[in-house]
């Protein structure tokens, strides 16, 4: 299944001004593959967290953020303002330039590692200010370069970030900071909106868990007193996919709007991709133990599908294949053995049953599986010493009301059976045979048809 992805590190901390002014923070890179490949399974989430500000030196980089072998490099810290040449650190986005009497060059912008994706980051802005001025360089960003300081004690601008729509509106991510610079100057903004600004003071914190960087400080007097820049902010792993295509996922902030599901990661943790379920795995086997009102269902659940087997049991009914809309015998949940008695059947009927499980995916049956229940009735033999006696008269007596049902002679096997009796009710056979007193008025124990007996 294909998702979209995408991979924002932490921004790099704008400079401090250890001399008068610090450069911008660098975007932490920004990596997105819009036909992401996602399998079933545990990814671990790495989200890189934004660069910490110093009134003494350089801006921290910021961390790398990781997606299955996607890697987006931290941003690179801002160069910091005394008189000399201070570059900005390379990142996924370069951090700004600094330096009074020099020319500190941005940091270089460092790509990841794709795996697939698309990866944006540019570099940081120059200082040019071997005369003596004040201005430092913004941060690049994802959308575009960190601007170089002005002429004169102005601060450059950040970078531009770059807007995804993978949450479904777009937002902007990974900007530059701006450069700061001396009191009385105009500092540079930050990119996007979202990049901290450069100050007269201490610089500002990036937009939260954007990936940008932070502003460079400045001085607010001429005792150039030291300010720290401001921090890089935390990025953010984003991932989304069809909602149809998967089961029940976990992992960061999960929000479904139509048919996305959007998982956003603003600290590490772990994403688990879980399959869609689908229908158990039936199989019917042959009915067996059949009477003429019941029989024994059976089958077997060899594959929950991916999800739990909620329910499992036989089906029956007198058409084929038939549904739980029909008649059902529940044998409990979950995979294994099924066997139901199936009761209430009519006798020397034709009947059909087969298998069948349920689980948040539906309901899967096994195959269709006739049998024909016995008829009702009685079958007999009357005896003589052992041998079968021949043209008998067997009477079929009812017991609750003592009447006379049915007559039958025996075959020359002494053989005799009567049908299409009531299973309900309660029987007896009387046996007469005149060419044998010992046989006249033979009575059988009340019994429930269907049975077979002899009499003697």
Not at 367 to 380: K, P, S
Not at 418 to 438: A, M, Q, R, W
Request: with cysteine; proline share 2%.
């Amino acid at each position: 299944m294909t998702g979209w992805a995408l991979v924002v590190a932490g921004g790099g901390a704008g400079g401090g001004n250890e001399w008068n002014h610090g450069a911008g923070g660098g975007a932490g890179g920004f990596i997105e593959d819009t036909t992401h490949t996602l399998t079933a399974g545990t990814y671990t989430v790495t989200v890189g967290i934004g660069g910490t500000g110093n009134s003494a030196g350089k801006g921290g980089n910021g961390g790398d953020s990781v997606f299955d072998n996607m890697t987006a490099k931290g941003g690179g810290g801002g160069g910091h303002g005394p008189n000399s040449d201070n570059p900005g650190n390379d990142g996924g986005s370069g951090g700004g330039g600094a330096g009074r009497y020099g020319n500190g060059p941005g940091g270089s912008a460092l790509e990841g590692t794709k795996n697939g994706g698309t990866y944006y980051g540019n570099a940081g802005g120059n200082c040019l200010n071997s005369g003596g001025a004040y201005g430092s360089g913004g941060g690049g960003g994802a959308g575009g370069a960190g601007s170089n300081a002005p002429s004169g004690d102005n601060g450059g601008n950040g970078g531009a970030g770059k807007a995804s729509s993978i949450t479904g509106s777009s937002v902007y991510y990974s900007a530059g900071g701006g450069g700061g610079t001396y009191a009385g100057n105009t500092p540079g903004s930050g990119g996007s909106s979202i990049g901290g600004n450069g100050t007269n003071n201490v610089g500002q914190n990036a937009s939260a868990n954007t990936g940008s960087g932070g502003g460079g400080s400045g001085s607010t007097d001429a005792d150039h007193d030291a300010h720290a820049g401001g921090n890089g902010s935390d990025g953010v792993v984003i991932i989304r996919y069809l909602t149809s295509e998967w089961g029940t996922c976990t992992g960061g902030t999960k929000t479904t709007d139509g048919s996305y599901t959007v998982h956003k990661f603003t600290s590490s943790g772990n994403l688990v991709m879980v399959a869609l379920a689908v229908a158990p795995t039936v199989t019917s086997s042959a009915v067996t133990d059949k009477t003429s009102n019941s029989a024994i269902g059976h089958g077997n659940v060899s594959a929950d599908g991916g999800a739990t087997v909620t329910e499992k049991g036989i089906v029956w009914g007198t058409s084929a294949n038939p549904t739980t809309a029909n008649n059902k015998i529940t044998d409990g949940s979950g995979t294994g053995v099924i066997s139901a008695a199936i009761t209430g059947l009519s006798p020397n009927t034709t009947y059909h049953a087969r298998a069948y499980a349920i689980n948040e995916a539906g309901t899967a049956y096994g195959a269709d599986e006739e049998f024909l229940t016995q008829e009702c009735l009685i079958r007999g033999t009357v005896t003589s010493g052992g041998v079968g006696v021949e043209n008998a008269k067997v009477t079929l007596i009812q017991e609750d009301t003592d009447a006379v049902v049915a007559h039958a002679h025996t075959d020359v096997g002494g053989d005799y059976v009567f049908t299409g009796l009531n299973i309900t009710k309660k029987y007896h056979c009387v046996c007469e045979y005149d060419d044998d007193p010992n046989f006249y008025n033979a009575k059988s124990l009340p019994f429930l048809v269907p049975i077979e007996e002899t009499l003697t």
